[in-house]
């Protein structure tokens, strides 16, 4: 796997041509706001989701399928002609679905969706993945080893919808072993909403049962900015990346919170002032990415 220097990455993004791109659950939340992001850069969009928007989209250049990430036949139709795939479509949580169809849905979705990209040609792909690949927010007990967390932690997974996360990375790694020239991001994303204020009503309270989640966040507009940075980014292979806001919901300062909830876990960066507990590093420096645009 190969990390090129951001103004090699740049010359190439500054001569990269409009492209056509799939997206999965395209009228979910992330995906719609990935659909918007895309032609906003000048790109062609295929839209795919189980159901069809309620209103046409006034932009000529996106076009809607609708189709089910199970039925992979369907997939491969609905990607012909694409150069990029970006695979939102999932359960994005546990609780509202049996634990078989949280699992089986998304392991078979990301198989399926990047199985038939390969198939069609399509060699850049983006799936989302979670914070939970590793296991935290939905265990009975999260297991830290250290903070901040990036992406050499171990994973202690025990429950479907984390599971089925980490599964569906192990799946892009079979792929790029297989395919010398593949390139997939798994963006692990972390409570994606529209404002930090939202956030703050979902985890802006210092209790055990919040500690789990470490008071963390990505904002809809930069998870979107970070799978279509993920697309043009010149590394080959499968590559995993943490994409979350640079701050906690909380006021109280990071150390502090470290202290008060996971007392002696080792500090291996920075976490002064109310620094977040996740490190989005590799995505700033392999991708060219940044949660806040200023």
């Given amino acids: ?93 546990p609780g509202r679905h049996a634990d078989h169809v949280i699992h089986n849905n998304n392991v078979v979705g990301s198989y399926n969706a990047m199985r038939a990209a390969v198939e069609v040609g399509i060699f850049r792909i983006v799936q989302a993945s979670s914070v939970n690949a590793i296991g935290l927010s939905f265990s009975r007990e999260p297991h830290f080893e250290y903070f901040p967390i990036d992406e050499l932690h171990p994973t202690s997974v025990e429950e479907p919808y984390s599971l089925s996360k980490w599964i569906c990375e192990q799946q892009a790694d079979s792929f790029a072993r297989r395919h010398e020239n593949i390139r997939i991001a798994s963006m692990r994303f972390h409570l994606v909403v529209d ?72 500090i291996h960066g920075d976490l002064s002032g109310t620094r977040s507990f996740f490190s989005s590093a590799k995505a700033e420096r392999m991708l060219g990415w940044r949660h806040d645009l200023t």
């Fill in 1 to 93: 796997m190969t990390d090129i220097d951001n103004t090699a990455a740049e010359a190439e993004g500054a001569t990269k041509p409009p492209r056509t791109i799939a997206v999965t659950g395209a009228t979910g939340r992330i995906g719609s706001a990935i659909v918007e992001e895309a032609l906003r850069r000048g790109h062609h969009v295929v839209a795919i989701d189980r159901v069809a928007p309620k209103e046409p989209h006034p932009n000529p250049h996106l076009r809607f399928v609708v189709a089910d990430v199970a039925d992979y036949d369907a997939l491969v139709e609905a990607f012909r002609g694409c150069q990029d795939l970006v695979h939102m479509a999932a359960i994005p949580a």
């Fill in 195 to 266: 404002d930090r204020a939202r956030a703050v009503e979902f985890y802006g309270e210092a209790t055990a049962e919040k500690a789990k989640h470490l008071w963390a966040y990505t904002l809809t507009s930069a998870a979107a900015r970070a799978c279509l940075d993920a697309l043009d980014a010149p590394f080959t292979g499968h590559e995993v990346f943490y994409i979350a806001a640079p701050d906690t919901v909380m006021d109280i300062p990071t150390l502090e919170l470290a202290e008060r909830f996971f007392p002696g876990l080792p």
